[in-house]
């Protein structure tokens, strides 16, 4: 039997789309339903390595999390990951197809078309519902041709829609009748019900709102959900979620170490910050627009990165380099993870023009390292230990690059497979590791946290994630008709 399918397209981005369908998948899960998330074409350089050994984004992995089963490269067969202003990587059912410019991109969408239908047939075989997530704004009508992530997938698959709307940024009703005024009248067709998110305050002044809508457009009111105040605590799908968390008090009697990471144009796995932002006991700073770095800073992250060579260049032009070296000199600890690990060696090249243009850079000068940016990529799921404190840590790697030289001889971490990760300075205050997901097991945070004098921690940060998903679940059956979504699906 073919599983239900529903598609959740937005008016906008940021509209909440991605948390909408991971709240729905571990809601459906838990009512005993097996449900999979779908998400046609996705734009983010925040991505997860899935256990077929292939990439995708990180919100598609959230939503699998919620879902309660393992991600697979068909949950999102396309993810286009930037490497400048107007040109990205394309990656295809997990692995690299090529790189485009966007005027170029447009024209290959049509070649993209059956790998995603193909996905999705995959995905809809193992499950009964599948909910699907648009990209972006479904009245996007010139990039309408060739649409391989909202309406176009839509109309090939077979699949209705229901549009989300953000309350909280205002014109919310425009927004979604407008939508309804704008798109093709066959597209028209699929939108089934809408849904107004982030409402903050009395709800009930919205009730002519939802009423309105509904009589304009003809679309099923679905519900108006509040803001959920707990989203910060699950990973954002992209740079629009790369926000300082709440203020938060200190815990009575500790101290918060300040914990500062440069926010670069190409930053890529944002969410290896996700658990230090959650910490009590750190106050993590994220330097934008060349502000200097703060004199009381315990320790510098350097980040990953989809183009680190041009990233390089943005560290220089903000004043960064200057400001790390000299940190590092006074005694200041430094952590690279990944692209920001290639940038404390002493060279980067790109001779095969992958990241960007073919060329090089000199790096800071930090570690002992020179980085060549060549071979396959490195997709896969690591487990190890730390070798000066044997602690243990676990994540993945996401990489093209190849790095030498003494300082691996000191290696920050020695991996389950036997491979040897990373560096460390004579030192010991500066290290660099190609590990994403370095801060999200407890003990390998707490290690440091102590190390950087912080309180102890009590985060149990992947049960924290749990508990969010199962209260976003909880939120969403409160105040959406499941059930009428349920029978909107086909």
């Not at 067969?77 to 059912?93: D, T």
């Not at 890529?268 to 993590?284: I, M, Q, S």
């Not at 800073?297 to 560290?315: C, N, R, W």
């Not at 040897?420 to 946290?449: E, I, K, N, P, T």
Request: hydrophobic share 45%; proline share 5%; aromatic share 4%.
């Amino acid at each position: 039997m073919t599983a239900r399918a529903l598609m959740f397209q937005g008016t906008g981005s940021d509209v909440g789309k991605s948390l909408i369908v991971a709240g729905l998948c571990r809601l459906l899960a838990t009512r005993g339903l097996s449900v999979r998330p779908f998400k046609p074409q996705n734009m983010s350089n925040n991505a997860a390595v899935t256990e077929d050994g292939g990439e995708i984004g990180r919100a598609q992995a959230l939503q699998a999390r919620a879902a309660r089963v393992a991600p697979s490269v068909d949950m999102n067969p396309v993810l286009l990951k930037p490497q400048s202003e107007v040109g990205a990587q394309i990656v295809v059912q997990g692995r690299v197809f090529g790189n485009a410019r966007a005027r170029e991109y447009q024209s290959r969408k049509a070649e993209l078309m059956p790998y995603v239908l193909d996905s999705f047939a995959r995905i809809r075989a193992q499950c009964d519902v599948v909910l699907v997530e648009g990209a972006g704004s479904a009245s996007e009508v010139n990039l309408r041709a060739n649409d391989i992530a909202n309406m176009g997938f839509a109309r090939a698959a077979d699949v209705p829609v229901v549009l989300i709307g953000d309350i909280d940024r205002g014109g919310v009703i425009a927004s979604l009748c407008g939508t309804a005024a704008v798109v093709d009248p066959d597209d028209a067709k699929l939108i089934a019900g809408f849904i107004v998110n982030k409402m903050r305050g009395d709800p009930s002044l919205f009730a002519t709102g939802m009423t309105f809508v509904a009589e304009r457009t003809g679309w099923a009111p679905l519900g108006l959900v509040p803001h959920f105040r707990d989203a910060h605590r699950l990973p954002a799908e992209d740079v629009f979620g790369l926000r300082a968390p709440p203020t938060r008090a200190p815990d009575s009697g500790g101290r918060r170490v300040r914990v500062v990471v440069p926010v670069l144009p190409h930053i890529a796995n944002f969410d290896d910050l996700d658990p230090l932002r959650l910490e009590p006991g750190v106050e993590l700073v994220l330097l934008r627009d060349g502000a200097s770095l703060p004199v009381d800073t315990e320790l510098v992250i350097l980040p990953g990165s989809k183009a680190t060579i041009a990233d390089l260049a943005a560290l220089r032009a903000c004043g960064w380099d200057a400001d790390i070296i000299a940190y590092a000199r006074r005694g200041g600890r430094v952590l690279g993870l990944c692209g920001g690990y290639q940038m404390l060696g002493h060279g980067i090249a790109d001779p095969d023009g992958i990241e960007g243009p073919p060329g090089s850079a000199a790096g800071l000068g930090l570690l002992e390292i020179t980085t060549e940016l060549t071979g396959d990529k490195s997709l896969v799921a690591v487990q190890g230990r730390t070798v000066a404190d044997d602690v243990a840590v676990a994540g993945y790697e996401m990489h093209i690059g190849r790095t030498t030289g003494t300082g691996t001889q000191r290696p920050l971490l020695r991996l389950d497979d036997g491979r040897l990760d990373g560096a460390v300075s004579a030192d010991g205050r500066v290290a660099g590791s190609y590990l994403h997901g370095f801060f999200a097991g407890d003990a390998q945070r707490a290690a440091w946290l102590v190390r950087l004098g912080a309180p102890a921690s009590s985060l149990a940060y992947e049960a924290l994630v749990e508990q969010t998903l199962d209260a976003l679940a909880a939120h969403l059956d409160a105040h959406l008709d499941v059930d009428k979504l349920l029978s909107l699906a086909r």
